[in-house]
């Protein structure tokens, strides 16, 4: 069971929004504004998304968004493409080297 | 360009032990905390475990399934992080990835696949 609690999957179509859901508590996601996000397409190295709750990396489109609202993070992508079914996960400090993680959200690009 | 590029799976038996390597080149290693991860077949990502850079004395921790059978170690001479795994069970059966940092992995490998199998 992961520390932190997301839904095992979530769908849109072509061109829609879609929020995945991270929940934690207040020793972590709520404590901290060290929250990040990572795409991992089967087979593949995973990739940084969004860090510190909505930082994006350089090269991550803009589609991709971070936030956070009490012990929930969320991601949003916009704007859905075919390439962005993956699985997502997210992962938080909860205090020094103290690391949660959240078990992973399979999105369907319907 | 960053790259991290794990080495040493493949298959063993139950009770055995097998080293792996994440060769690193790109930035400089030794500053940073590495990490290590794996997927087991249709399953998510799981944490195994990291050490911290020597300035933070390489300290290390483990998650509760690998702790006591797991070493993460590092040779910052070389930039490569090893994770030594003894006495493994079928269910660490899994491909292991590498990443750098603690808890924002900004760069991963692209996995080696253990299989423990008799």
């Known amino acids: 069971q992961s520390a932190l609690t997301q839904p095992p999957s979530a769908s849109g179509s072509p061109g829609q929004s879609v929020t995945i859901s991270c929940t934690g508590t207040s020793s972590d996601i709520g404590g901290y504004n060290y929250v990040s996000w990572y795409q991992h397409h089967p087979g593949k190295a995973p990739k940084l998304m969004i860090y510190e709750v909505f930082k994006r990396p350089s090269g991550v489109p803009d589609r991709f968004s971070g936030s956070k609202s009490g012990n929930t993070a969320s991601l949003t992508v916009s704007g859905l493409q075919a390439e962005d079914e993956a699985d997502y996960y997210c992962i938080s400090s909860a205090g020094g080297t103290n690391v949660v993680f959240g078990g992973g959200t399979k999105l369907t690009v319907l | 360009e960053v790259q991290l590029v794990e080495s040493g799976g493949g298959l063993v038996q139950p009770g055995r032990s097998l080293r792996l390597s994440c060769a690193t080149s790109?930035?400089?290693?030794?500053?940073?905390?590495m990490s290590w991860f794996r997927q087991a077949p249709g399953k998510g990502l799981e944490w195994v475990g990291f050490i911290r850079s020597k300035t933070y004395g390489g300290a290390t921790q483990y998650a509760a399934s690998v702790k006591g059978r797991f070493t993460i170690s590092r040779d910052d001479s070389k930039s490569i992080a090893y994770v030594q795994m003894n006495s493994l069970k079928i269910e660490d059966t899994a491909v292991y990835y590498c990443s750098t940092g603690i808890y924002q992995h900004n760069h991963w490998g692209q996995g080696t696949l253990v299989t423990v199998s008799s």
């Open positions: 790109g930035f400089t290693f030794g500053d940073y905390a």
